[in-house]
């Protein structure tokens, strides 16, 4: 069961943004000291400080950022890592660049592990300007300590979300960790858990069994289970069960197709998974194919 994206109520903003495709993910740096065993990054990535912007080297910051969101015609942007808290000054420079640049309403959200939060580094996002923060804790002991730290963030009015996997046999740790921080948070995210490279041997060696589509067998059906009772007890956060099939084709086919539809030639065809047909030999006709429908028309 891996082709939908389960949703208990609403949406987080983020979110709705990858959803539309108008929302650009900056890999702001691999640097993270941790070592979750379910870590999907890249080794050639992780631990070096390098950054991506949907998936294209970042070499001048932040002007290949700009670039590229430009390109894209993004309204927002999610950074991830490794852990961008370890390259938090970089962070707070850059949401004063694009806010700047775009206006308030560009939307910038980014992804922390708890564990990796320190008083400092949290000072200096509460007054950054960054709009969401998504705190990755898996059981409830990795809370110890923090909690100050994640109100700072709530009353500096950021909005926060919890963001984990999806792990099977972990689904009591993670409702226990809501059970702590369920009046700081707005929404839960639970990712469907991917195999790769990086994590494969890891999970296997967990008892894991990845699935004919790339993710772990069982991991929807402890989504949902975690989600059911989320809502049970605190109805009034959201709650949002992530398939990786729903990631690959929703968000990141729409960004294409919204990147796609802004460069294409006359003679090319953007299709239904964003990518670009050349259609030269169809002379000046553009067809574009939106939803299983063809669209169709003449350039004359
Ligand atoms: S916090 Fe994220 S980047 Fe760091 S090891 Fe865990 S999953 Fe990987």
Redesign the pocket.
């Given at each position: 069961m891996s082709s939908l994206n389960i949703v208990f109520g609403e949406f987080a903003r983020g979110c709705r943004q990858c959803q539309l495709g108008i929302k650009s993910v900056l890999f702001i740096t691999g640097l993270?000291p941790?070592?979750?065993f379910?870590?999907p990054?890249n080794r050639d990535r992780f631990g070096r400080d390098v950054m991506f912007i949907n998936d294209r080297p970042v070499n001048k910051f932040p002007e290949d950022i700009i670039d590229e969101l430009d390109r894209a015609g993004s309204n927002g942007l999610a950074i991830t890592?490794?852990?961008p808290i370890m390259v938090v000054d970089r962070v707070v420079e850059l949401v004063r660049i694009l806010k700047d640049n775009y206006g308030q309403d560009f939307h910038i959200h980014m992804y922390t592990?708890v564990l990796n939060a320190s008083e400092g580094a949290i000072k200096k996002l509460a007054g950054s300007g960054i709009d969401e923060i998504r705190i990755?804790a898996t059981n409830p002991t990795q809370l110890n300590g923090k909690l100050d730290l994640i109100k700072a963030l709530k009353d500096a009015g950021i909005e926060l979300g919890l963001e984990v996997p999806a792990l099977p046999r972990f689904e009591n740790d993670i409702i226990k960790v809501v059970e702590i921080i369920n009046k700081l948070i707005d929404f839960v995210n639970l990712n469907e858990l991917d195999v790769s490279p990086a994590n494969i041997e890891a999970l296997i060696n967990m008892g894991y069994r990845p699935g004919l589509d790339g993710s772990v067998i069982g991991s929807i059906d402890a989504g949902i289970k975690i989600a059911s009772e989320i809502r049970r007890r605190w109805p009034w956060i959201n709650v949002n069960v992530c398939t990786s099939r729903y990631k690959d084709l929703a968000q990141m086919g729409s960004r294409l197709f919204r990147i796609n539809m802004r460069i294409s030639a006359g003679d090319e065809v953007v299709l239904d998974d964003g990518t670009l047909e050349n259609q030269s030999n169809r002379g000046l006709t553009i067809r574009l194919r939106i939803g299983g429908k063809e669209y169709t028309v003449e350039s004359g």
């Open positions: 993270c941790l070592n979750c379910y870590c990054v890592g490794g852990d592990h990755h």
